[in-house]
């Protein structure tokens, strides 16, 4: 008979296991009720463990009716009487926390022992979830979803949630945009940090429309002026709309180091460093690009000199890149080869001598303030575009949020403002070949203590650099078909060979598994839709539809 224990639904009880593989549950509910990655809760003593369902197995105490060996179907109805008793179904649990009991409880603490035969197995309630994951209502609370068996909110806490760099990860379609727009609008709306969004396919600012042609809600139109849309270029339309400034690059912000980042993306030879070494001492930091891009590949003038009717020597004219690689001892061949190829860069029209503004600057100044950027590439989408503008971008970043950190912690300066900065495509910029050379990975890796961390949105986890993914602290994933990619995805995660399986399992969409360290212990639970019941919920009644009039009213629309 099954039982209610303090509002809890009791489904089996403990009939077996080990601290390390997990426990056995014999099941005393249809099998039906219970799913993969349910959370339960195990009463002992004065003890009480959460687990997660990793497994579900059929069993019997006689393999002859369990048509193991005679190859005979029972009726249904004798079926049917011999369930729970001859024939029944085990769970395998995996124990993930436990509260000490006593006059002095304690917890939730990771797992050290294991509930006795027979404790009671029940189906966590809604106030099980909110002990462990908080309080839905709580401040800096932000509700990401719900457990699949019995609709109870589950919530992350924004303040650890930006404490380390977090990942969200799925195969293509399973809705990761989406996702990231929720958790992106709940860190706005609780102003757990400032914001950058480096938009690559201008998905996240102004209103869209998904692949079955409903309208998506933009985050500028529900947010209006807390947000600011850059785009990339003078004169650059976003979706049909301006944008609040735009950015453009100035020559002297080009460093060697950025473009030492495209050295896959250009093709570019061993011998680059040593030929922007010259450029540097020969020009400048300042000056190197504007320079280098005014000599002429190949350029050659006419000597007088030469024999009786014969004509002068060909030489490098005095403003070609030849002349000036004899000049200072490099290779010419390997300052004409870089020339070259540094064509695309020199090329690119949001690159200009004297900008018209210092947009980065003013980026940089929006976030400090407490403001949130999207910056949109619009039709400049190749992944050269990508590469050099996010980069020179959070260099800059870096290096005022670290200036800003020390002097709070020396000079007793104002505490810098918490940034998160979204990437999407991260396997481009976090690759094992490129980690070493992009901000990114620095900011991944160390910048956690300067109030810096990152935000991932990748398809292709197991592209990104090992060590890139040993620090994300809270990982959301929805379904990845390929192996390397959930190994990836799992690494350095206890029970993951538990959840492997799980992992694989989830619906293609609306279902993601929370993992590491933001969340006290890995769930899978149904997400929120990202509709007008979201907003709704979010901004209250209306889903802020009279402010996204107004806001509407101010962009003229």
Request: glycine share 10%; charged share 25%; aromatic share 6%.
């Given at each position: ?146 457990t699949r068996e019995q ?375 149904r997400s929120r839709r ?8 979010l901004l209250g009644k ?16």
């Amino acid at each position: 008979m099954v039982e209610e224990i303090q509002g809890r639904k009791q489904i089996g009880f403990v009939v077996g296991g080990t601290l390390k593989d997990g426990l056995t549950v014999r099941l005393q509910v249809p099998a039906q009720d219970v799913q993969e990655g349910a959370f339960v809760v195990i009463e002992s003593n004065d003890w009480i463990f959460h687990g997660l369902v990793t497994d579900l197995q059929l069993g019997s105490t006689d393999p002859r009716f369990a048509d193991e060996q005679s190859g005979t179907r029972l009726p249904a109805e004798l079926a049917s009487l011999l369930q729970g008793q001859t024939l029944f179904t085990n769970l395998q649990v995996l124990p993930a926390l436990m509260i000490t009991g006593g006059d002095d409880p304690q917890g939730p603490l990771p797992v050290k022992t294991v509930p006795s035969h027979h404790a009671p197995v029940m189906l966590a309630s809604e106030g099980d979830i909110a002990e462990i994951f908080g309080k839905p209502d709580a401040k800096g609370n932000f509700v990401i979803g719900s457990t699949r068996e019995q609709g109870h909110p589950v919530a992350i806490d924004l303040r650890k949630f930006i404490q380390r760099s977090s990942g969200i990860f799925g195969a293509t379609g399973t809705g990761k945009s989406f996702l990231t727009r929720l958790l992106l609008a709940g860190l706005i709306h609780h102003n757990a940090a400032s914001v950058l969004v480096l938009d690559m396919h201008n998905e996240y600012a102004y209103n869209d429309q998904d692949e079955n042609g409903n309208p998506v809600t933009g985050l500028k139109t529900k947010f209006g002026n807390k947000i600011k849309v850059v785009g990339l270029g003078a004169g650059a339309a976003i979706r049909g709309s301006v944008p609040d400034f735009n950015l453009e690059i100035a020559m002297s912000d080009i460093q060697p180091e950025d473009i030492e980042l495209l050295t896959r993306e250009l093709n570019l030879k061993e011998t680059t460093p040593a030929t922007l070494d010259a450029l540097i001492a020969t020009f400048g930091r300042q000056n190197w690009f504007k320079q280098f891009k005014e000599l002429k590949n190949g350029a050659v003038i006419q000597t007088d000199e030469g024999s009786p009717g014969k004509p002068g020597a060909r030489v490098p004219a005095p403003d070609s890149v030849a002349a000036w690689a004899d000049e200072h001892g490099v290779n010419v061949m390997a300052a004409e080869g870089l020339h070259n190829k540094l064509g695309r860069v020199f090329r690119l029209p949001y690159v200009t001598e004297r900008p018209a503004a210092d947009t980065i600057g003013n980026i940089i100044d929006t976030l400090e303030k407490g403001s949130h950027v999207v910056l949109s590439f619009g039709n400049h989408e190749t992944d050269l575009d990508y590469l050099l503008v996010s980069n020179l971008l959070t260099r800059r970043i870096r290096q005022r949020w670290e200036q800003a950190t020390n002097d709070y912690r020396s000079s007793n300066k104002a505490e810098p403002r918490p940034l998160v900065i979204a990437v999407e495509e991260a396997h481009k910029l976090l690759n094992r070949e490129m980690a070493v050379q992009t901000t990114f990975s620095t900011i991944a890796r160390e910048l956690r203590k300067y109030y810096v961390t990152l935000l991932i949105i990748d398809q292709r986890p197991s592209q990104i650099y090992d060590e890139v993914m040993s620090q994300l602290g809270t990982r959301v994933s929805g379904w990845l078909g390929d192996e390397d990619d959930i190994r990836a995805v799992l690494s350095g995660l206890a029970g993951r060979d538990a959840l492997r399986g799980m992992l694989a399992r989830l619906q293609p969409k609306e279902e993601v598994l929370l993992l590491g360290w933001g969340v006290p212990m890995p769930l899978p639970v149904r997400s929120r839709r990202y509709d007008d019941k979201f907003w709704e919920e979010l901004l209250g009644k209306g889903g802020g539809k009279k402010r996204e009039k107004e806001i509407k009213e101010e962009l003229g629309f």
